[in-house]
C-alpha cells in the first residue's frame, strides 16, 4: 500500500489550495479514504472523509463549507480542495485509509497559510 500527497505549500490568508493523494498497491475503490492534519504542538486531528463510491463525505466542522474532499477510481486519486484558506489551517495534511484494523499513512504535505 502506498499512499502519496502532493500540493501543498505557502498562501496567503483568503487563498485556495488543491491537495492531491496518489493511492496504489491496494483495491482503492473498495475503501474509505480520509485527510488528516497535524499542526505544531497539536495531536493529529480528521478534516474529511469520503466513502468508495465517492459518498458518505463527512468534514471537521473547522473546515465545512471551506474545503471539499472528492474521489476519482478511475484513477486512484482522493483529492482535498480547500478555500478560504485560514491561518489556524496550517498544518502537516495526511492521506489515510484503514484496511481492517491496519492504518496507512502517506508521508504528508505542508500546508502554510500565512501573509
Known amino acids: 500500500v502506498q499512499l502519496v500527497e502532493s500540493g501543498g505549500g505557502l498562501v496567503q490568508p483568503g487563498g485556495s489550495l488543491r491537495l492531491s493523494c496518489a493511492a496504489s498497491?491496494?483495491?482503492?475503490?473498495?475503501?474509505?479514504m480520509r485527510w488528516y492534519r497535524q499542526a505544531p504542538g497539536k495531536e493529529r486531528e480528521l478534516v474529511a472523509l469520503?466513502?468508495?463510491?465517492?459518498?458518505?463525505?463527512n468534514y471537521a466542522d473547522s473546515v465545512k463549507g471551506r474545503f471539499t474532499i472528492s474521489r476519482d477510481n478511475a484513477k486512484n486519486m482522493v483529492y482535498l480542495q480547500m478555500n478560504s484558506l485560514k491561518p489556524e489551517d496550517t498544518a502537516l495534511y495526511y492521506c489515510?485509509?484503514?484496511?481492517?484494523?491496519?492504518?496507512?499513512w502517506g508521508q504528508g504535505t505542508q500546508v502554510t497559510v500565512s501573509s
Open positions: 498497491g491496494f483495491s482503492f475503490s473498495t475503501y474509505f
Open positions: 489515510h485509509t484503514r484496511m481492517r484494523t491496519i492504518d496507512y
Open positions: 469520503i466513502g468508495s463510491a465517492g459518498g458518505s463525505i
